[in-house]
């Protein structure tokens, strides 16, 4: 990992036949923070644990343990590279030696970018700023050779290998979010949410799984509202071709305590819940849902 010790950018667990044809990807939770990196932070303290998708590697790690799934799980912090960021969706003016970027390169930066949560976050609302420098260019080059470029790399092969095994494959890309309102009540806030690039990468039998499923286990479910899932699905969903991409985001609210910082006893609750729509998904995949035959074909 860049700047680092020497630890891993992410860890990859392939169980042996692969017992399901499902990965679990964990992208945002990464906590190994070289202390350069920590260093040019402004507020370290209070914005890394905002950006980070906090612990919910624990909830991942427990599931993947119960069910068999494929794991990979981002070591590398969310604020040295943000592995749910197309590689060119960069604001160029937090770079130092990006002058000879032309304005149409600034321009085609995404929206994520200029909202201040590219591919390096700059800037959080209540912080501003994050950085107390710029980032050279040729250390963002070595962020997306290591950790970026890999990590994906490490994503395509699994789910390739999982569907020459079973015929199809389904990355779940796990996330959490913030609480999105009160979660008592009528109209209370979501506990998670599916996203599938409204319909884009996921077969759509497994999207109704999904939400039925969490439904069931008294749950409150929402589709892409208001995360439909960004870069990773776009990159991996491919239905076509028996590979289905689904974000899966988790209100913090229900695994941490009550300042959102630590790990809470929800933490089993919420992986049993999950262990329990992981194996709702296998078993959809093995008995040959709609599409998949075809797909693989």
Excluded at 182 to 197: C, H, L, M, N, W
Excluded at 237 to 247: D, F, I, K, N, V
Aim: hydrophobic share 45%; with cysteine.
């Amino acid at each position: 990992m860049p700047e680092g010790d020497g630890r891993p950018a992410f860890v990859l667990r392939r169980p042996p036949h692969f017992a399901i044809p499902i990965l679990i990807a964990v992208p945002h939770a990464g906590r190994d923070y070289p202390a350069s990196l920590l260093s040019r932070m402004r507020l370290a303290d209070e914005a890394a644990p905002r950006l980070e998708d906090r612990y919910v590697d624990l909830i991942a790690r427990k599931v993947a343990d119960a069910t068999g799934a494929a794991l990979l799980v981002a070591n590398a912090p969310r604020a040295m590279i943000d592995l749910n960021r197309s590689p060119d969706d960069v604001d160029w003016e937090m770079i130092a030696g990006a002058r000879a970027r032309t304005q149409r390169s600034r321009l085609a930066a995404g929206r994520r970018s200029r909202s201040g949560l590219g591919l390096v976050p700059r800037r959080l609302p209540g912080i501003g700023e994050l950085w107390n420098q710029r980032i050279r260019a040729a250390e963002l080059k070595a962020r997306i050779d290591q950790v970026h470029s890999p990590y994906h790399l490490a994503l395509t092969r699994t789910l390739e290998s999982l569907r020459d095994r079973w015929g199809a494959a389904l990355l779940v890309d796990m996330h959490s979010m913030p609480p999105l309102g009160p979660k008592t009540g009528e109209g209370r806030a979501a506990d998670f949410v599916i996203g599938d690039r409204f319909g884009g990468s996921c077969e759509s039998a497994l999207v109704a799984a999904a939400l039925g499923h969490l439904d069931a286990a008294g749950a409150h479910v929402v589709h892409n509202r208001p995360y439909a899932g960004g870069y990773v699905l776009d990159r991996h969903g491919a239905p076509a071709r028996g590979l289905s991409a689904m974000q899966l985001e988790i209100c913090r609210a229900t695994y941490l305590d009550a300042g959102l910082r630590e790990p809470s006893a929800g933490v089993d609750e919420v992986a049993q819940t999950v262990t329990g729509l992981i194996r709702r998904l296998a078993d959809q995949m093995t008995r040959g849902a709609q599409g998949f035959a075809q797909a693989a074909e």
